[in-house]
């Protein structure tokens, strides 16, 4: 029996057009820069090869130089929202409130920036919980473990939940665990990890509806 709507945060609370991300990037390319001292030539490079073996930059740095990861989600989140989010989430805050499942945010970022995200979007009060970076060791997804962590964290069957999601290779591991998948961009589609696709999140509403009416 479905109990959990699983969120990820960046990308997937707010549309990848908005730009946010696009800024984080450029904070994090700065933090590598200006406060580590990388080349400015290589550091893009450095992040795909962290990304492919790590998951995140941050683990990357944490592994392979021992930065204190506190210090990186404090500089790399310092982003003013309101110029890249709108407040006006009426369908999306409408869509949750018809929704009788324990909303959860499951994301690589830090309950900080997930807060922010969520009050300046009016949201808060949908989600009971935010599994963060710190709370799963800041073992990030896609790693398996992440999986196991949050599972764990939240007490639950991974066929006890949906996960709503931006990135593919996180719904495939999402899959592995038995976790109904969700991806929010109805451009892609045919992976045979996605349960659904969906243009916009308020049409998780209709999602949930399907799964929960669906026979035995």
Same mark, same amino acid.
């Given at each position: 029996m479905i109990k959990y709507l699983v =969120?990820? /945060?960046?990308e997937t609370l707010y549309p990848k057009? #908005?730009?946010l991300m696009g800024a984080i990037n450029e904070r994090i390319r700065s933090y590598m820069v200006d406060k580590l001292? =990388?080349?400015p030539a290589t550091v893009e490079q450095i992040r795909r090869n962290y990304y492919l073996k790590y998951g995140t930059s941050l683990r990357g740095l944490m592994v392979e130089y021992g930065i204190d990861p506190e210090d990186y989600l404090a500089y790399v989140h310092d982003i003013p929202l309101?110029?890249?989010?709108s407040p006006d989430s009426r369908?999306?805050?409408e869509? /949750? #409130?018809?929704? $009788?499942l324990e909303k959860i945010i499951f994301t690589n970022a830090s309950t900080e920036h997930a807060l922010r995200i969520l009050r300046f979007m009016g949201l808060e009060e949908f989600f009971s919980r935010i599994v963060d970076i710190r709370a799963l060791g800041y073992i990030c997804k896609p790693a398996p473990e992440a999986f196991v962590r949050f599972l764990d964290i939240i007490k639950a069957k991974g066929?006890?939940?949906i996960l709503v999601e931006d990135s593919l290779r996180n719904l495939r591991v999402a899959k592995d665990f038995g976790m109904t998948t969700v991806l929010v961009d109805g451009l892609r589609g045919g992976d045979e990890c996605v349960d659904f696709v969906i243009n916009n999140l308020a049409q998780i509403e209709r999602v949930v509806?399907?799964?929960? $009416?669906?026979?035995p």
């Open positions: =969120f990820d /945060l960046d057009d #908005s730009g001292g =990388f080349d309101e110029q890249y989010l369908d999306l805050r869509a /949750l #409130s018809h929704i $009788n066929e006890e939940c509806k399907e799964l929960l $009416n669906a026979p």
